[in-house]
């Protein structure tokens, strides 16, 4: 870690963490080709300076590649990712689309807006993993988004599913990963501050207002001021995801 200087104590939680879920779920190998799904949030930020520097710790080479589908909303907010991309050397593919705008018109009429653009990104974020011969995607969902995945399905629908922390996909050409699903929300936040990366605001109008937020709402009156039942919902989930996985 001396590379980096001094890391502080929410900067090692991240990188260790991450390391050991990699392990714990054999996310990747030798050669992988690892696309990372940056949106310019907090979460996707941290796991996208995690994993450049668990790309040279790694006992094996690896490949990074930026993948960015800017929603349309603002064409001009990511330019703080294009020099970040620059400064560290790693390779970008970014572009402006018309994903949220779609979702807000009258051509999604039966869906969330919120489904509707996520949907859109992520098939485009498929095409250029195929596009670029990529083996991995990496999204930042972290246990928090684990735990309001998983109840938002309860409450919503009445099934039981969560979110993968490796998962293939096209007949095991892609490899969708999840790195940062051991660790909460609070620790990602400080540890962003601590790196001073250039998170900007989501400019969606629905941000803020959509079932996954009103599920993290009740979810937080649910923990309340005990902080060991947040902590035992998350590690029982996340166990659960990992024997999936396993």
């Known amino acids: 870690m001396a590379q980096w200087g001094k890391l502080t104590y929410a900067q090692k939680q991240c990188l260790g963490a991450t390391g050991k879920l990699m392990m714990d779920a054999r996310m990747i190998s030798e050669g992988a080709r690892i696309g990372i799904a ?5 979460d996707s930020w941290v796991m996208l300076q995690i ?4 790309q040279r710790i790694l006992p094996f080479p690896v490949e990074l590649m930026i993948l ?3 929603p349309g909303f603002d064409s001009t907010n990511h330019s703080p990712l294009v020099d970040w991309a620059r400064e560290n050397g790693i390779s970008a593919h970014i572009e402006v689309t018309d994903h949220g705008m779609r979702a807000h018109s009258d051509e999604n009429k039966k869906r969330s807006a919120c489904f509707y653009c996520a949907m859109l990104r992520r098939k485009r974020l498929f095409e250029l993993c195929g596009q670029y011969n990529l083996t991995h995607l990496a999204f930042g969902h972290t246990a928090d988004d684990l735990a309001s995945t998983f109840f938002m399905n309860i409450f919503k629908t009445g099934n039981v599913y969560g979110l993968s922390m490796a998962e293939d996909f096209f007949g095991g050409k ?10 909460e929300k609070k620790t990602i936040i400080k540890a962003a501050k601590d ?13 803020g ?10 979810l ?9 039942v947040k902590r035992n919902v998350m590690r029982a989930l996340q166990r659960w995801q990992l024997d999936l996985t396993a």
């Open 68 to 70: 960015h589908v800017n």
């Open 38 to 42: 940056c949106s310019g949030g907090v």
């Open 174 to 183: 892609l490899k969708v990963i999840r790195p940062l699903m051991y660790l």
């Open 51 to 54: 994993l450049a520097m668990r």
């Open 209 to 218: 207002a959509t079932e996954r937020s009103r599920t993290e709402e009740l």
């Open 220 to 228: 937080t009156e649910i923990y309340g001021s005990n902080k060991n």
């Open 195 to 207: 790196f001073q990366l250039p998170v900007w605001q989501n400019p969606c109008p629905s941000a």
